[in-house]
């Protein structure tokens, strides 16, 4: 029933985790991706030839810092350049550390907002001129229940993920009247390589899987299929929202 084909997606942070099953399903359904990589290329080049192999759509990946406004404006030139079009813009990149508000140090709280934050504003302003032309886009951005709830120890990352979902809103009505859709996905607790070492504590996977009312921690691609929805026409309606992917452990809008 979905179907992207034509469709040319830029996904930030899509070499693993979240970010790489949401490029499986959307080339699955059809888009043309391109998506970024920070350091290492190994796993941005065997997601590449695997999925050429079992799909026509065109795949490419670039190494960008999405903190660097010079790097994103690399991104898109290059992405334009492949492609006339950006359709589609899934905005994944990000970190996540930890820290005590008494004891981090100005660089640990610069280095997140400018990472999960900054750089969402420097793509969505060089990207919106591009959909404006085409009268049409998806933005979506990937942020957490730490933004709708704070988390402690952890204030850095709530505060940036809390602004995603405020640029979220704000640019919902900004930027529909040009036929740009702007959504957010918040995921809570997922399984990937950011959260493998605190998974490493058996007990504490356990009190995490007892909280949460579905009982486990979701995998990636439980995350991607929200996104694929929001980047698709059964989503046409759809503006301004959270839509939170938690299994109900933070039950708010």
Partial sequence: MIDLSGKVALI????????????????????HIVFTYRTSNNEANKLIEELRK????????????????SDIRSLVKTTLAYYSAIDILVHNAGIWTDG????????????????????AFYLCREITPVMKKQRSGRIIFISSTAGQRGEAYHSHYAASKGGIISLTKSLADELGPFGIRTN??????????????????????????????????????????????????????????????????????
Wanted: aromatic share 8%; charged share 20%.
């Fill in 12 to 31: 930030t942070g899509g070499s693993r985790g979240i970010g790489k099953s949401i490029v499986r399903l959307l080339h699955a359904a059809g888009a």
């Fill in 54 to 69: 079992n799909s026509s759509p065109g795949i490419y990946s670039v190494k960008a810092d999405c903190a660097k406004l």
């Fill in 100 to 119: 005590a508000i008494d004891t981090m140090d100005e660089e640990t709280w610069i280095e997140t907002i400018q990472t999960n934050l900054n750089s």
């Fill in 184 to 253: 957010c996905v918040a995921p809570g607790w997922v399984r990937t390589g950011m959260t493998e070492e605190v998974f490493s504590d058996v007990k504490f996977l356990k009190e995490i899987e007892q909280k949460n009312p579905l009982r486990y921690v979701p995998y990636p691609e439980e995350i991607a299929g929200p996104v694929l929805f929001l980047a698709s026409d059964l989503s046409l309606y759809v503006n301004g929202e959270i839509l939170n992917v938690n299994g109900g452990s933070v039950l708010c809008g």
